[in-house]
């Protein structure tokens, strides 16, 4: 099964931008949707944007106009470009791939956005 390592989290201001990445073991065309998610303690994991294998985005409204979800193929890594941010969005921003009906998930990256 595949393995998702994120990276690229950490502390920053309120209104810079920051680029999350996410490493797979395998290729990811082979998933059906490479996915981003977060979650604040607490709360449930809240879904952000979605590639299709035949690389058609969509984002839910959080993060429609800010984020945006990329892929390099070649290099098996899949990438959530973050602008804008705001304390809301601190929380732990996770990569997942779909395969069928299995998913598989990262160990996640944590974000933390201060005012």
């Known amino acids: 099964q595949v393995q998702l390592v994120e990276s690229g989290g950490g502390l920053v201001q309120s209104g810079e931008s920051r680029r999350l990445s996410c490493a797979a073991s395998?290729?990811?065309?082979?998933?059906?949707?490479m996915a981003w998610y977060r979650q604040v303690p607490g709360q449930q994991r809240e879904l952000l944007a979605v590639?299709?294998?035949?690389?058609?985005?969509n984002y839910e409204d959080s993060a429609k106009g800010r984020f945006t979800i990329t892929r390099d193929s070649a290099k098996n890594m899949v990438y959530l470009q973050m602008t804008s941010l705001k304390p809301e969005d601190t929380a732990v921003y996770y990569c997942k791939a779909r395969s069928g009906r299995r998913d598989f998930w990262g160990q996640g990256t944590q974000v933390t956005v201060s005012s």
């Open positions: 395998e290729n990811i065309l082979d998933y059906n949707v």
């Open positions: 590639l299709s294998s035949h690389g058609y985005a």
